[in-house]
């Protein structure tokens, strides 16, 4: 019940084509869903966060898209860039506790 | 702000040796996370504290690891005996008080360890 199930695993995009990566969860308690982007050789950082409150969330070319029936949410990045290839992880966390449980990954390549 | 600072960055150590991995939290920042990543099993959580207590350790893998944090400031993370099996990226993670603002962790740019 504590899992996080992304997919796919690597991701191959054409420059400016849309790249989507999806994640499901089993836990109805969690309650925020952030994803985060690591380039190689680096930690992971942020790069946006819904609440299921709302069912999408755009930044710039990035959107979260949440379905809370479904307990499934999705990362679409628009107008992908060569810049965007990176290791893409989902994660969940319930009561603001600080416990993230994060996705196995999306290896992300964008072909110029 | 400089960051989530970790050292060594880079760590070649030999089967059965003690290592110590360092972690110095982003300033004011009320949670402290301890990470381990591999091709296999992904970034999986070790232990995380709060204020400077260990919260949850559910994911430190056995008794050969331990953390501690002395202070606000410091954070250790060490392995004895290590093992082949231990070879892996550590990151240490930092986030302010939870419905501060912001729920976001702040990574660190992670430890490579290889045991021999």
């Known amino acids: 019940q504590q899992q996080v199930k992304q997919s796919p695993q690597s991701l191959i995009v054409q420059k400016g084509g849309i790249s989507i990566i999806n994640c499901a969860y089993e836990?109805?308690?969690?309650?925020?869903f952030p994803w985060y982007q690591q380039f190689p050789g680096k930690g992971p950082a942020l790069l946006i966060a819904?609440?299921?409150?709302?069912s999408e969330k755009k930044e710039g070319r990035f959107t979260i898209s949440f379905n809370k029936s479904a307990k499934q949410f999705s990362l679409h990045i628009m107008d992908s860039q060569p810049g965007d290839s990176a290791t893409y992880f989902c994660?969940?966390?319930?009561?603001?506790?600080?416990?993230?449980?994060f996705g196995q990954g999306t290896e992300l390549s964008v072909k110029p | 702000d400089a960051g989530v600072i970790q050292s060594p960055r880079h760590e070649v150590t030999e089967m059965g040796q003690e290592v110590t991995l360092r972690c110095k939290p982003i300033?004011?920042?009320?949670?402290l996370f301890w990470y381990r990543q591999t091709m296999m099993r992904g970034l999986e959580l070790l232990i995380y504290?709060?204020?400077?207590?260990?919260i949850d350790d559910s994911g430190m893998p056995e008794d050969r690891f331990s953390a501690k944090m002395p202070n606000a400031s410091f954070s250790t993370l060490k392995i004895q005996p290590s093992e082949p099996r231990d070879s892996a990226v550590y990151f240490c993670?930092?986030?302010?008080?939870w419905g501060a603002g912001t729920d976001t962790q702040y990574f660190g740019p992670g430890t490579r360890l290889t045991v021999l």
């Open positions: 819904i609440r299921p409150d709302v």
């Open positions: 504290f709060n204020n400077n207590v260990p």
């Open positions: 994660a969940a966390s319930k009561n603001q506790g600080g416990k993230l449980i």
């Open positions: 300033s004011g920042h009320d949670y």
């Open positions: 836990n109805t308690a969690f309650d925020y």
């Open positions: 993670a930092s986030s302010p008080a």
